[in-house]
């Protein structure tokens, strides 16, 4: 193993070499290499265990979160782009030394099939899109790493699984929230058995839905590219927190909609939702998504011993965790990490040592399952069993 204390030109000041008495960490007062320091943060994995990514669609959320997170990641590296403007591309490229040969735009996309430097495709596209780049990506013999919500419809999450299978290649979800550091520690203080039994979730994601303002916006309006309004968009953060957090899949659901009359908002898609989970052992789940509310973005289990709160729960940064047990009130530190960068290494370290990813095609495909019986729950005026049979196995 390779030594990086202080060596043979240093003096005897390292310990164990200066014989009892010297003072041990004193440094020399002439230019002089140190130990390594403790590290608050890992460094990049070796060189040739980094896999190179090509993002898709650079919009917002790309630019805003996922691109700059390369930086912080020990196993992925950024080094080819898509989009429909070149010029936006080309910007991003210098400034994050990417090549020009390696960016595509959406017709060119299938030649990243005669890049070697490409082994993940990230597709940050709206909704609708997501199952097509997938199914481009596996073609063109990538691994596929999918924003949430994964497709617009059960049928495509399964084309997509499908996909992944026959050309050999993975498929991972990228539901950040289970590697945001708050929710890990929730996670695994609820599995401890820290609250005790699970017997309740609720969580609340709101927020104004702003097109006028938001460029972003603007195709979350539209079911074509969305395919579904606030459930879709920022609920799937509810519905995911109550399956972690619970441990266990709903059996039944019980939906409710309501939109604003008139809102041209909500003309194609649904604004406000409320909905019921009912899991096996009897627990229960009480979760809602908004367009029109100030915004929110709060998770609480309550167990027969404890409960926690996590609030704000699924930030970019800056969560927190409260939590109150037999022992009383904490308000829980944890190491700050990049979700971001922690959910691609996850990935590229899967595909690296062939292992199945935390969130696979599958768990998107469940919460499609279950969003779904949301909607016909609340076409139909009442509690639904969730159809948890797949053509996928
Ligand atoms: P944006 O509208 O900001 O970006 C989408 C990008 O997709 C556009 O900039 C464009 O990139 C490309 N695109 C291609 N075709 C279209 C089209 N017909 N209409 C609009 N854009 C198109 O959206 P977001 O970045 O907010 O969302 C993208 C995805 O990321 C969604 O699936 C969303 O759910 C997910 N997301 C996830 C978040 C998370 O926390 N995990 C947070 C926010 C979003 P270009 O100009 O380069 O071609």
Redesign the pocket.
């Known amino acids: 193993m390779l030594s990086f204390r202080a060596g043979s030109n240093a003096p005897a000041f390292a310990k164990g070499e200066s014989g009892g008495s010297a003072p041990p960490d004193i440094p020399p007062s002439h230019p002089s290499g140190r130990p390594l320091p403790q590290l608050d943060k890992d460094m990049p994995s070796e060189p040739g265990r980094r896999l190179g990514w090509a993002v898709?669609?650079?919009?917002?959320?790309?630019?805003?979160?996922v691109i700059p997170s390369f930086a912080e990641s020990r196993s992925s590296k950024i080094v080819a782009?898509?989009?429909?403007?070149r010029q936006?591309?080309e910007h991003v490229a210098s400034r994050y030394g990417i090549a020009a040969s390696n960016i595509y735009?959406?017709d060119t996309f299938d030649r990243i099939a005669d890049n070697d430097e490409v082994d993940v495709v990230y597709?940050?596209?709206?909704?609708a899109?997501?199952a097509e780049y997938t199914s481009r990506a596996f073609k063109a013999g990538k691994h596929v790493f999918c924003?949430?919500?994964m497709a617009v419809t059960v049928e495509e999450c399964e084309t997509m699984i499908r996909a992944g299978r026959d050309a050999g290649k993975k498929i991972m979800v990228?539901?950040?929230a289970r590697f945001e550091p708050h929710n890990v520690e929730a996670v695994r203080r609820v599995r401890e058995g820290g609250i005790g039994r699970v017997r309740l979730v609720t969580s609340d994601h709101g927020r104004i839905l702003d097109p006028k303002n938001d460029?972003?916006?603007?195709?979350?309006m539209?079911k074509s590219?969305a395919g579904g309004g606030s459930l879709?968009?920022i609920g799937i953060y509810s519905l995911q927190a109550a399956r972690y957090l619970t441990g266990e899949e709903p059996v039944e659901v019980f939906g409710q909609i309501s939109n604003t009359q008139d809102d041209p908002r909500f003309r194609e898609v649904e604004d406000l939702v409320a909905f019921q989970l009912r899991f096996p052992s009897g627990a229960l789940a009480n979760l809602s998504s908004s367009y029109s509310t100030s915004p929110v973005k709060r998770i609480q289990a309550f167990g027969e011993r404890g409960s926690l709160i996590l609030d704000p729960a699924?930030e970019?940064e800056g969560n927190r965790l409260i939590f109150r047990s037999e022992k009383g009130r904490e308000e829980v530190k944890v190491k700050a990490a990049s979700q971001f960068a922690a959910e691609m290494d996850h990935f590229s370290e899967c595909v690296m040592e062939n292992r199945d990813p935390k969130t696979p095609g599958e768990e998107g495909l469940r919460d499609l399952l279950i969003m779904q019986a949301v909607y016909r729950s609340a076409r139909e005026g009442k509690p639904v069993s969730v159809e948890a049979e797949s053509s996928v196995r």
């Not at 898709?56 to 979160?65: P, S």
């Not at 782009?81 to 403007?85: Q, R």
């Not at 597709?123 to 909704?127: F, T």
């Not at 460029?215 to 979350?220: H, I, K, L, N």
């Open positions: 898709v669609g650079l919009g917002k959320f790309a630019l805003n979160q782009l898509v989009s429909g403007n936006k591309a735009d959406y597709i940050v596209l709206p909704n899109l997501h924003e949430k919500p990228a539901y950040r460029p972003a916006d603007q195709w979350r539209v590219l879709y968009d699924t970019y």
